[in-house]
């Protein structure tokens, strides 16, 4: 076991994280199906998503919220779709990372799901 402290740990946490979602029986359609991502595009996104929590460096200068409200307006991002994104994510953390950068990996998941979940809920009423 490592630590989550690079770049490159970064990408293989998300690549990780990813080989799990898209084969994901509850979740993995909102990426195969709906929005029909191209990987090679949204994999980036992600990684500098993560670099700039966990590493602190600036490089994603997206929405992280705004993507996801199209996706709830074709089928509804209920809580269960984010106890599971969250279950993988922990999961995927927990089988390759030790230490702080794990904790955090989470507690910020854990957060913006729970925010997310709620704009979506408010979004569909
Ligand atoms: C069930 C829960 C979720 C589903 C199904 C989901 C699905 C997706 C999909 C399909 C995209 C690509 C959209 C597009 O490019 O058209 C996306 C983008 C993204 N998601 Fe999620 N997501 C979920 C939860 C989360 C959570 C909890 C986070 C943050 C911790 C997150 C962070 C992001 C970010 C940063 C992007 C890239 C936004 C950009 O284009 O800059 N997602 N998500």
Redesign the pocket.
């Known amino acids: 076991m490592k630590a989550l402290e690079t770049r490159t740990d970064i990408e293989e946490l998300v690549n990780k994280f990813y080989d799990k979602v898209v084969i994901d029986d509850t979740?993995g359609f909102?990426?195969t199906d709906?929005?029909q991502?191209d990987l090679k595009?949204?994999l980036p996104?992600?990684y500098n998503?993560w670099e700039s929590i966990l590493l602190g460096n600036p490089v994603?200068d997206?929405?992280?919220m705004?993507?996801?409200f199209?996706?709830n307006q074709v089928v509804a991002?209920e809580e269960h779709?984010?106890d599971?994104?969250?279950a993988l994510?922990q999961q995927t953390l927990e089988e390759n990372f030790e230490g702080e950068n794990v904790a955090t990996a989470l507690l910020?998941?854990q957060n913006?799901?729970r925010i997310?979940s709620y704009k979506m809920k408010i979004a569909r009423s």
């Open positions: 979740i909102f990426f709906i929005a991502i595009k949204h996104k992600m998503f994603y997206g929405n992280p705004r993507v996801h199209p996706l991002l779709h984010f599971r994104w969250l994510w910020r998941a913006i799901a997310m």
